[in-house]
């Protein structure tokens, strides 16, 4: 999967508020979706970026934008871990046990875990941004919002642009 390509429609199994919920991406037909994929529950790094991604929820919100987390532990690991550690988390976190979200965004390490990878999705389903990583380096959500509000520009957006800045075009 490259950037530019459409993304089948999937299924898959979160955590979400408490609950275990089936989803489709197309549940969010008509959003951006930020979907992120991080190594394991229980971790050092990967807790910090997940805290982070909500606190800024609601900045993603405005724009029009759905967060979604995905990693290969199970959705019971998920439960266990957020309700004793990350209780404030109100984004879905897909439990990824049989490997397909991971392999189909080419994040999938031979030990069964996922790299760090960040995918912005645009309302029809194309795949607009993706970046992904070794898992001992986070990411910078703040980079990841802007960039989110440069692709909604539709323009050319020079380095380091910003909100209010000008697009080249």
């Given at each position: 999967m490259k950037v530019g390509d459409k993304i089948e429609d999937f299924e898959f199994e979160a955590y979400h508020d408490g609950d275990f919920k089936q989803g489709r991406l197309s549940d969010y037909s008509g959003r951006w979706v930020v979907l992120f994929f991080y190594p394991l529950d229980f971790t050092f790094v990967c807790p910090t970026e997940i805290k982070k991604f909500s606190d800024k929820m609601m900045d993603f919100e405005n724009e029009n934008a759905t967060i979604v987390a995905a990693s290969?532990?199970?959705?019971?690991?998920?439960?266990?871990?957020?309700?004793?550690?990350?209780?404030?988390?109100?984004?879905?976190?897909?439990?990824?046990?049989?490997?397909?979200?991971?392999?189909?965004?080419?994040?999938?390490?031979?030990?069964?875990?996922?790299?760090?990878?960040?995918?912005?999705?645009?309302?029809?389903?194309?795949?607009?941004?993706?970046?992904?990583?070794?898992?001992?380096?986070?990411?910078?959500?703040?980079?990841?919002?802007?960039?989110?509000?440069?692709?909604?520009?539709?323009?050319?957006?020079p380095v380091e642009w910003k909100t209010g800045d000008k697009t080249l075009d």
């Open positions: 290969t532990d199970s959705v019971h690991s998920h439960k266990a871990w957020f309700a004793r550690d990350l209780p404030d988390v109100r984004f879905p976190v897909i439990g990824d046990t049989n490997h397909n979200v991971a392999k189909r965004f080419n994040v999938l390490q031979e030990n069964g875990t996922a790299l760090r990878g960040t995918f912005i999705i645009d309302p029809d389903s194309v795949l607009r941004y993706q970046v992904v990583s070794d898992d001992n380096v986070g990411r910078s959500i703040e980079e990841t919002l802007r960039v989110l509000k440069a692709l909604k520009t539709g323009g050319l957006c």
